[in-house]
């Protein structure tokens, strides 16, 4: 089965400076997508960004951007010039074979440092 | 468009009762799926519903189920509460079915049982 395993249940980061969020997620498929969800304080969660696994380059959204590798089946997320507006949960899920249900991580809890 | 809605957003319930909750998928989105959030598990997903029919199934008991109707609103009712099942449920909806969809978050409904 499928799993996402998010090792870093909490962070912290200076405003300004560039924090990575670790996802790791194990499968036997070689066709998928990967996302990360943003969840604010008692807002509701947000595509942050999605990559094609099938797809090279890195997917970049503004300030944010992944570093996917593909072999080591890793999936990170940079966050760069962080903002106060960052400061959420993050959730790094799996999508793969078109029968089965999206696996989320237990996400990562960013904090941003004023 | 507008966003995807859930109601009621709080409730507050006592053990053994039953409580229906409701979402409504951005217009044109035909697949639903729900999550129960907890600080404890993280996102488990319960279940997905595409063009009225049940498509995927989390490992919850059978007091949880759910339905899609033909205008593609959903609800999930969970029968005879437990204090477990204090929880926030995040209904998502996406355009089609799985694999790779994004998909779009409600605001969620917080359930207490007491």
């Known amino acids: 089965a499928q799993t996402v395993t998010q090792s870093q249940p909490e962070m912290s980061v200076q405003e300004a400076e560039t924090v990575t969020l670790s996802c790791t997620y194990d499968t036997s498929e070689s066709d998928y997508y990967l996302f990360w969800y943003k969840q604010p304080p008692s807002r509701q969660m947000i595509l942050v960004i999605r990559?094609?696994?099938?797809?090279?380059q890195n997917a970049t959204e503004n300030r944010f951007s992944v570093n996917f590798q593909k072999a080591a089946k890793s999936f990170s997320l940079k966050i760069s010039d962080s903002q106060l507006g960052d400061a959420a949960m993050y959730f790094c899920a799996y999508s793969g074979n078109r029968d089965d249900k999206i696996i989320f991580g237990k996400g990562t809890r960013l904090h941003i440092l004023p | 468009k507008a966003g995807v809605t859930q109601t009621p957003r709080y409730l507050i319930k006592t053990r053994g009762q039953q409580v229906t909750l409701s979402c409504s998928p951005i217009?044109?989105?035909?697949?639903v799926s729900w999550y129960q959030q907890t600080p404890g598990q993280g996102l488990q997903f319960l279940f997905e519903?595409?063009?009225?029919?049940?498509?995927n199934k989390g490992n919850f008991p059978g007091r949880f189920s759910g339905r899609q109707f033909s205008n593609s609103r959903s609800e999930m009712n969970v029968s005879t509460l437990e204090l477990g099942d204090s929880a926030l449920y995040l209904c998502a909806s996406s355009l089609e079915y799985g694999y790779g969809d994004t998909q779009y978050f409600g605001p969620g409904t917080r359930l207490t049982v007491l």
């Open positions: 519903y595409f063009s009225e029919t049940q498509r």
């Open positions: 990559q094609e696994a099938y797809k090279q």
């Open positions: 217009s044109g989105h035909r697949s």
